[in-house]
């Protein structure tokens, strides 16, 4: 059974600095890894999307890699400004099937 | 191109009592995914349909039922409410069986009393 587990649950930040979101999973078996946004009360922003075969995805300031033999994912936001504050959640898709398991997510707070 | 939309926005409904929320999905978009999100924790997973089929479901009991139309659009049914039905459902559509990118709608918040 696939479970997703994000750390730190809650970062508060000043402003310009660099930062890592981290996201384990216990099974391997993943088909892709996705990364989202959510802002209070809505709903999911897509972020990066990782295919299994992947091991990292660009997009402007954010960066996430992949590490299937450790079951590990990390989120790299550079030069963090307010508007990133938001809650950001990391979901693997499992093979055969496409199940979607999200952890619980950090909360990120940008500090001007 | 509108994205994914749910219906209604926001819901009350009392213990006992049954509900049913809609979902059109993304243009182009073949599959529709549930989710249900407590307060202060991820989306867990509901089901998934695919071609008018329940294809993978989550650990949720049979009060959750679904539909998927011709169209792809979809409704989440939960009958017999508890207290702990209260959440956010999410709709996310996505093409190829949820190979590719999930496109998430914003959202039903249903409150149960």
């Known amino acids: 059974k696939q479970e997703v587990t994000q750390i730190p649950a809650a970062l508060s930040v000043p402003e310009g600095e660099n930062l890592v979101l981290n996201c384990s999973f216990t099974?391997?078996?993943?088909?892709?890894l996705q990364w989202f946004r959510q802002d209070p009360g809505k709903g999911l922003t897509s972020l990066l999307l990782?295919?299994?075969?992947?091991r990292e995805q660009t997009s402007g300031r954010l960066n996430a890699s992949l590490d299937k033999s450790s079951g590990r994912s990390t989120l790299y936001i550079a030069a963090s400004q307010p508007g990133d504050s938001a809650t950001y959640l990391c979901?693997?898709?499992?093979?055969?099937?496409?199940?979607?398991?999200f952890g619980a997510g950090t909360r990120l707070f940008v500090k001007a | 191109d509108a994205g994914v939309t749910q219906s209604p926005t926001h819901l009350i409904k009392t213990r006992g009592q049954q509900v049913t929320l809609r979902c059109s999905p993304k243009?182009?978009?073949?599959?529709v995914s549930w989710y249900q999100q407590a307060l202060g924790q991820g989306p867990q997973f509901i089901f998934q349909?695919?071609?008018?089929?329940?294809?993978q479901r989550g650990n949720f009991p049979d009060r959750f039922s679904g539909h998927q139309f011709p169209n792809y659009s979809s409704e989440l049914n939960v009958n017999a409410l508890l207290l702990g039905d209260s959440a956010l459902y999410l709709c996310?559509?996505?093409?190829?069986?949820?190979?590719?990118?999930?496109?998430f709608g914003p959202g039903t918040r249903l409150t149960v009393l």
């Open positions: 996310a559509s996505s093409p190829r069986r949820g190979r590719d990118t999930q496109y």
């Open positions: 099974d391997s078996a993943i088909y892709n």
């Open positions: 990782i295919q299994s075969s992947q």
């Open positions: 979901a693997a898709v499992n093979t055969g099937g496409f199940k979607t398991i």
């Open positions: 243009s182009g978009h073949d599959t």
């Open positions: 349909y695919y071609e008018e089929e329940e294809r």
